[in-house]
């Protein structure tokens, strides 16, 4: 399984280099060692910002990714986008994060993750940097069909609060990882 990074920098205001991600990434689903990062995308359709919410719609962001002709993704590949802006679904104010159950493609939103502290303090990037891994690898599991779970220390607990994704382990519990069948993630690590 290959897996490919999408930036999507609309504009400079956070966006952090994301290539620390990569080696956290293949520590839990050991993708091909061809990881990609594609060249950021700039701007998106105008159908995909609810102006009333001063929000992008994340459901409508995730079927463009899927159904964009620019970015055909090829078998056994899953594209995680990593938004430098806020979205939301459903019925919901915000996401951090949101996939396609079973498909290919996943995505943060930096905005959410971003800590509350000043960003000159190192402490910042570190808690960021643990905030984004944590949330790429759920969003990433979704998109092997495992839904949230019911343990708080699981990778897969949908967090309601920032303070949730910070308690949970980048680990999955034993539930989800049995959930997970051999043809989806054959050579998922166990730990």
């Excluded at 993750?113 to 808690?127: E, G, T, Y």
């Amino acid at each position: 399984m290959r897996l490919v990074l999408q930036p999507i920098k609309l504009d400079d205001r956070f966006f952090a280099d994301i290539s620390y991600m990569l080696p956290a990434l293949p520590e839990v689903f050991r993708f091909d060692d061809n990881f990609a990062t594609n060249k950021p995308i700039s701007k998106l359709p105008l159908q995909l910002f609810d102006s009333s919410r001063e929000q992008y719609l994340s459901d409508s962001i995730l079927s463009w990714l899927d159904q964009s002709p620019v970015l055909v993704l090829p078998e056994n590949t899953k594209l995680l986008a990593v938004c430098g802006f806020d979205a939301y679904f459903g019925k919901y104010d915000f996401c951090s994060g949101q996939s396609i159950i079973g498909g290919r493609v996943a995505t943060i939103y930096l905005e959410r993750l971003l800590p509350n502290i000043r960003r000159d303090d190192h402490k910042f990037q570190i808690l960021f940097a643990e905030r984004i891994i944590k949330e790429a690898i759920r969003e990433l599991g979704h998109t092997y069909g495992l839904r949230h779970c019911s343990l708080d220390s699981s990778i897969m607990f949908k967090s309601k609060t920032i303070s949730d994704t910070e308690r949970k382990s980048r680990e999955f519990c034993k539930r989800c990882l049995n959930s997970l069948s051999s043809s989806f993630l054959p050579s998922l690590k166990r730990s």
